[in-house]
């Protein structure tokens, strides 16, 4: 071997390795500069994707599933394990990084894409969607696995360069893109577009910038016929996007029909959750669902709220405070008795009060309730308008809290001893609270008397005394089948508990020692 600085020859040693041939840049559609951008701003489009089809997992399955805590948990912990398999899948697909890319986002943008319709479906036909939820989780984080390592074989192919120089930048398109998907999901997909189309629309973004990579900018990578296979797969994700988008109305159509029979009159997405009304605009067979979970019927229009309102009234009631109870019954209940001066009304979900002022059929069922110039009714979250509350209202004499249903929307806040605790705070010394408790009794599940219980020791955490009452079986029109129980509270030294009267009953709430109470850093499962 010659040595160049000198002209001599210089022998190589025994073993030693041939020299490494040079690496030429592969061919691009643009110079190295801009391609290595457009490969970041692939990196950016497709971290944004991913984070959409992830939230979208977590938000939907969260409200269909009614277990958000375990819902996110799964999401997670399974994402970010399968993205573990995915990268080390990709090492097998760095021969033809571009042609893989594109593959790989082809099945991401058709599989997040469809999430939405697929959970919604499975929920719908099939009772339950866990299961769907982990197998999309676990796809979806395998193929989100695979895109960093062959982008950043592509950034290599254009420009060689520092390994940790491109990974910075790599990941930095990446985070970036994750952030821009965060936030454009509660904020822009959700709200314009709902949560089906809103997947839908991000994989079409998906594919377009997957087949942007592969057949423009390293077309030359593939031969004629791969570059039209992945042209066909490309466009026929596409059109199976745009025929999902479609036929998206149909789906909830015959999914509702399937839920609620064939007598929906109103569905909408509302702000925090889906509102549906079936019956007639008359009122018969009325019922209201929020999140496919039947929380108003008019069988239940006079017992139930009468449950909730009467022990508690039996006594001072010229200051009321409601919290829930957006179908205004609870509100049209405490109004029947003489003596009530003001109604503060919290409802934490707009849409159903408009519903409540606003359908026929609803506000003969509660008298226009809402209406009536005694009541005020407050847009806001329980436990946030407690909070401003504490030191801003007069105390009230009685308390109505009617929750809704485990797992619906601002559920879990309204069962806590932090919500209870500013409550009681509310309370004039002679007042009394009464509080919806859900299934209790004959017909009702483990999990719904250790719920009841929990309530119950909740109420004394604060402290309250408490006594339970039940309403029987026949008094649920909602397709429940267990008694429906409730809680009175008043503070200490209160004076005694008013006897619920026909058609409630005095309850024991059950034997030994009552369960830790729920917080909101300890929330019940």
Not at 379 to 386: G, I, M, N, T
Not at 442 to 466: N, Y
Not at 508 to 513: C, D, F, I, M, N
Request: glycine share 12%; proline share 8%.
């Amino acid at each position: 071997m010659i040595d160049q600085s000198t002209g001599t020859a210089v022998r190589r040693p025994v073993g030693d390795p041939p020299a490494a041939p040079h690496r030429t840049r592969a061919r691009t559609r643009a110079p190295s500069g801009p391609a290595r951008l457009l490969v970041l701003l692939a990196a950016f489009v497709c971290a944004a994707c991913g984070l959409v089809y992830e939230l979208e997992l977590v938000a939907l399955g969260g409200r269909l599933i009614g277990d958000p805590v375990t819902q996110t948990s799964l999401v997670l912990s399974v994402m970010v394990f399968a993205m573990g398999l995915g990268s080390l899948l990709a090492k097998r697909l760095t021969r033809r990084p571009a042609a893989a890319f594109a593959v790989v986002e082809s099945l991401l943008a058709l599989t997040g894409g469809l999430s939405g319709l697929a959970l919604y479906a499975c929920w719908a036909w099939l009772g339950g969607c866990r299961t769907a939820t982990v197998g999309l989780a676990a796809l979806i984080g395998v193929l989100v696995g695979t895109e960093i390592p062959l982008l950043m074989t592509l950034v290599q192919r254009i420009r060689r360069e520092d390994a940790g120089h491109a990974v910075a930048d790599l990941f930095a398109a990446d985070y970036v893109g994750a952030l821009v998907g965060g936030l454009a999901f509660p904020f822009l997909l959700l709200p314009a577009l709902g949560q089906a189309a809103g997947a839908i629309l991000a994989g079409a973004v998906n594919a377009v910038a997957g087949g942007a990579v592969a057949l423009w900018l390293f077309r030359d990578e593939s031969p004629p016929r791969t570059r039209l296979l992945l042209r066909a797969g490309c466009g026929l994700v596409l059109a199976a996007l745009a025929a999902a988008a479609c036929g998206t109305p149909a789906v909830e159509r015959a999914a509702r029909r399937t839920l609620y029979g064939d007598r929906v009159r109103l569905a909408e997405q509302g702000l925090h959750q889906e509102v549906v009304l079936t019956g007639t605009a008359s009122g018969a067979g009325l019922r209201l669902y929020l999140d496919g979970r039947p929380v108003l019927c008019a069988a239940d229009r006079d017992r139930l709220p009468q449950a909730l309102t009467r022990p508690a009234m039996a006594g001072p009631h010229r200051r009321v405070l409601v919290l829930g109870g957006g179908g205004g019954l609870v509100v049209r209940e405490v109004l029947r008795h003489p003596g009530v001066r003001r109604v503060v009304a919290v409802q934490p979900d707009p849409d159903v009060t408009r519903l409540a002022r606003t359908d026929p059929a609803l506000t003969a069922l509660n008298g226009h309730a809402l209406d009536d110039p005694r009541v005020l009714v407050a847009a806001a979250d329980p436990l946030v308008w407690l909070r401003g509350a504490a030191a801003a209202e007069p105390p009230f004499d009685v308390v109505l809290v009617d929750p809704p249903g485990p797992g619906g929307a601002h559920g879990a806040d309204l069962r806590t001893e932090e919500f209870y605790g500013l409550a009681a705070r509310l309370l004039a010394p002679r007042g009394r609270l009464a509080v919806a408790a859900g299934p209790f009794g004959a017909g009702s599940g483990t999990a719904d008397r250790g719920r009841f219980r929990t309530v119950e020791a909740t109420l004394r955490a604060v402290p309250l005394r408490t006594a339970a009452y039940t309403v029987r079986q026949a008094a649920s029109g909602c397709g429940s089948t267990a008694d429906q129980g409730f809680l009175l509270a008043a503070p200490p030294g209160g004076g005694a508990l008013a006897r619920p009267v026909p058609p409630a009953v005095p309850a024991a709430s059950g034997t030994g020692p009552l369960p830790p109470p729920e917080t909101l850093l300890r929330p019940l499962r």
